[in-house]
């Protein structure tokens, strides 16, 4: 089993900055890739970032420019920069780590930008 622990949300400016953090342990051993993805009440979950094994990223358009994805390795750690956020860019986020044919979730966090 793997336990993934959300960090970094809360309450910020039109403009701010977050730093989200997720950490990664129990029985990893080999990573597909690990993200996050956002979810407003009533709507689906879609993606925000990925960062595969090998540090290849891929971003929504919407965040693009804005949002970085990076990771420590060595933690089985993945981070996401988000700056000049929006009031859009509010809901819970939730970091996903793809191991072999399995998926984990963590529980989210929220982030809510005021305007």
């Known amino acids: 089993q793997v336990q993934l622990v959300e960090s970094g949300g809360g309450l910020v400016q039109a403009g701010g900055s977050l730093r989200l953090s997720c950490a990664a342990s129990?029985?990893?051993?080999?990573?597909?890739?690990m993200g996050w993805y956002r979810q407003v009440p009533g709507n689906q979950r879609e993606l925000v970032a990925t960062i595969t094994g090998g540090g290849n990223t891929n971003y929504a358009d919407s965040v693009k420019g804005r949002f970085t994805i990076s990771r420590d390795g060595a933690k089985n750690t993945v981070y996401l920069q988000m700056n000049s956020l929006k009031p859009g860019d509010t809901a819970v986020y939730y970091c996903?780590?793809?191991?072999?044919?399995?998926?984990?979730w963590g529980k989210g966090t929220p982030v809510t930008v005021s305007s």
């Open positions: 996903k780590l793809v191991q072999v044919l399995t998926t984990y």
């Open positions: 129990g029985s990893i051993f080999s990573i597909n890739y």
